[in-house]
């Protein structure tokens, strides 16, 4: 079908070629009209003067009921079948076996695949499957408009075949159903080379002022919406979009005699090349970003004006990937759901996904192929599922568990004011994650009782340059003043690995994961950790501070880090600068070389928190925005459970704080867990707050720890359930 022939030549030989390999004595292939009629387009074996004269009724005969049920049909003896239909002029009496595929196309036949055999036999399965795959080929043919006519394509009227349910992975949670939106991308450019080099240049030049143009809007427009992780990811892609590196690569691919266009192709098409052959899978997911600001830059080039599509008032949006900016040009009152074929749950599209409260399922293989514009969708951001066209009680299924979901909204809303104490009266301390002053806000909404964790990296990452002293400290001082009497703790730079900044000149690693990045980086370069501590010390004037560092790996790491803050106060108190009114230093528990030195560290600390999500994906040499290897172990398991219970243990023999702040804390059955191993201390993302607090104030707690001890020494691989059928005894709300 690749081949330089017409397309009705190439459609001859291939119905030769599967007649052949197939063993078959009948090889056809329909394609149905803008009137619903099938039409005979090749055959072999069949009559040669039936072609495009024989044309089957919507529904007619089995070739018809193929189409219309959209499922394959194998039979061994057709003529028995009820919806068989003779058609005289194909001389196909003498044949019995048949075997029909559909050809689909955004979850429509647009054409069946038929052999046949004289004789009566049974296809097996491997036949089966493969004159299904054969009909997918031979779709994707048929929709490029060698055959058909895209316009005869658009207006082919099909109802919709059987309901279908994919299988994903949870991006974004939440429920939502509605009408879908297919995301397209631009399609490749047509003039490749410049008549004028000088006009390239100049289209090209404006094209990306408009597109960095475009992305600020954006920002500006997301600024009341995002904050924290979620709005860095929004200004690390307009870093990208500023990205040097790109930007001459755009410049001298059009000085080579190449269209604007062409040239953003080119460098796209480089680009894929060179990140295929990384291995991390955070480097491959940075190509997502650049590959949709590539898909941007061809818009602007072309005239388009982004937010211009008219959507539904219950759109689902399909792409097989997005950037984070596209995501936020569509309506946010309009977009109730999204649907992703590729990507990963630590993606930038997920991620603001999660921020927007969009729910969203990733990794749906063939989804986008699979819908129609305007077709009903079911998106279940809570098991990771995708509904295509319902059944009309699946769809008031849903919208019942909706409602629930609302109602819990509501109970979380008056539990706000309410303090999180356990049945048997065991006190807890429920707090917030943060990384943006306008996150403060959630404090009031959810009743958290403080922030857990702030994280301090984003200030430098929106910066084009290294934020200067004065404007650090103004930020910490809005953020203390803002939290009141309600505590703050501030983790120290976070950055390397997975967050670039573009003014500091790092070498390439392997790994960035597991190379220079947070503290290590803050030791390397002390007077950048020195002058944060300096902005830290000073906002906090007068009152409480609380410090933690970062990815400590070894006690000498934070011996290190505890001397750098120890020289900022002897600084301060020299030059006659008000301290702190009370100074507390911790460490964030991130790597699994601590646990076997917590004896070492704890008398060092005032306090620490565990860092779960990096914790976890280090002891399981899993990386945790690896879709491959992120789910092939649970934090529920007797191996994590131990680790977290030891560290909780250390903590209580030394009298040190502890607290939690990774992920694990913002969800109920995890929670609940982690209150049962001692962690009286949370701080969960502010979606998370709500459903903790009413797990806590329905959990006995006494009664839960008795069943640990058999928990932690199960030989299974996950105690999840077990923990389950616990909490449903002790009536936990989880």
Request: aromatic residues 4%.
């Amino acid at each position: 079908m690749a081949g330089a022939a017409p397309a009705q030549e190439r459609l001859d030989t291939v119905v030769k070629i599967i007649a052949q390999s197939m063993v078959a004595e009948v090889c056809s292939i329909y394609l149905r009209r803008a009137s619903g009629e099938l039409e005979l387009f090749a055959t072999q074996g069949l009559k040669p003067e039936a072609v495009h004269s024989t044309r089957l009724r919507p529904g007619e005969g089995l070739v018809g009921e193929v189409a219309r049920s959209a499922e394959p049909i194998s039979l061994s003896d057709a003529p028995s079948h009820p919806s068989f239909s003779y058609r005289p002029e194909t001389g196909e009496d003498p044949y019995h076996a048949f075997l029909g595929a559909p050809l689909l196309r955004g979850g429509r036949a647009i054409g069946v695949l038929v052999v046949q055999n004289r004789s009566e036999r049974r296809y097996d399965e491997d036949e089966v499957e493969d004159i299904q795959t054969i009909a997918m080929v031979l779709a994707e043919t048929v929709a490029s408009g060698e055959l058909l006519a895209q316009d005869e394509l658009r207006d082919i009227e099909v109802a919709p075949h059987r309901p279908e349910r994919l299988k994903g992975q949870r991006f974004a949670e939440g429920l939502a159903y509605g009408h879908v939106i297919l995301h397209e991308a631009p399609v490749p450019p047509e003039n490749l080379l410049a008549e004028n080099q000088q006009v390239e240049e100049i289209r090209l030049r404006e094209a990306l002022i408009g597109l960095k143009a475009n992305i600020d809007s954006i920002l500006e427009g997301g600024q009341g919406k995002l904050a924290g992780q979620s709005f860095e990811v929004l200004e690390t892609y307009r870093m990208f979009a500023d990205d040097r590196g790109w930007n001459r690569s755009l410049e001298e691919a059009v000085r080579t005699g190449l269209t604007a266009e062409a040239a953003v192709d080119r460098v796209r098409n480089e680009h894929r090349a060179r990140f295929a052959k990384a291995r991390d899978p955070y480097i491959k997911e940075r190509l997502h970003d650049f590959e949709d600001l590539a898909n941007r830059l061809l818009r602007v080039l072309a005239g388009d004006q982004p937010g211009q599509r008219d959507l539904p008032d219950d759109a689902i949006l399909v792409a097989r990937n997005l950037g984070p900016a596209d995501l936020l040009e569509y309506p946010r009152h309009k977009l109730k759901g999204l649907l992703l074929e590729e990507g990963s749950a630590a993606s930038h599209a997920a991620i603001v996904a999660r921020a927007l409260q969009i729910p969203c399922v990733g990794r749906l293989m063939g989804v986008r192929d699979r819908l129609s514009e305007g077709d009903l969708v079911i998106v279940d951001g809570e098991t990771g599922e995708a509904y295509l066209r319902p059944r009309p009680d699946m769809l008031s299924a849903v919208q019942s568990r909706m409602e629930v979901r609302h109602q819990r909204q509501a109970e979380f809303a008056k539990l706000r004011d309410v303090d999180a104490v356990t049945v048997d009266g065991q006190r807890v301390t429920l707090l917030t994650n943060a990384g943006l002053a306008v996150d403060l806000e959630n404090l009031d909404a959810t009743g958290a009782e403080g922030i857990g964790l702030f994280r301090t990296e984003f200030q430098f990452m929106v910066s084009e340059e290294l934020p200067r002293l004065n404007s650090q400290t103004a930020l910490y001082k809005l953020v203390l003043d803002t939290a009141g009497d309600r505590p703050v703790t501030f983790r120290t730079l976070d950055i390397g690995g997975d967050k670039v900044l573009p003014y500091l000149e790092t070498e390439r690693e392997e790994n960035p994961a597991l190379g220079r990045r947070a503290i290590r980086l803050g030791l390397d370069r002390p007077s950048l950790l020195r002058m944060q501590l300096r902005a830290l010390l000073g906002a906090a004037a007068g009152r409480e501070l609380r410090v933690m560092f970062p990815m400590i790996a070894t006690v000498d790491e934070f011996r290190q880090a505890r001397e750098l803050m120890d020289k900022e106060c002897d600084w301060a108190r020299r030059r006659g600068r008000t301290l702190p009114r009370m100074l507390r230093v911790g460490a964030m528990i991130e790597c699994p070389s601590l646990l076997w030195h917590l004896d070492a560290l704890l008398p060092l600390t005032d306090f620490v928190s565990v860092g779960t999500n990096d914790l976890l994906q280090y002891m399981f040499a899993a990386d945790r925005t690896n879709p491959l290897v992120a789910e092939r172990y649970d934090p529920l398991s007797p191996p994590a459970l131990r680790a977290l219970a030891e560290i909780q243990r250390k903590c209580a023999d030394t009298g040190t704080p502890v607290s939690v702040c990774g992920e694990l804390a913002g969800r109920p059955l995890e929670a609940f867990a982690l209150l049962t191993l001692g962690y009286t201390r949370l701080s969960a993302p502010a979606g998370g707050v709500g459903p903790v607090k009413r797990m806590i104030l329905s959990t006995d707690l006494a009664a839960a720890r008795r069943a640990l001890p058999t928990l932690l020494g199960s030989s299974a691989g996950s105690v999840r359930g077990e923990f389950e059928s616990l909490a449903r005894k002790l009536n936990v709300a989880i």
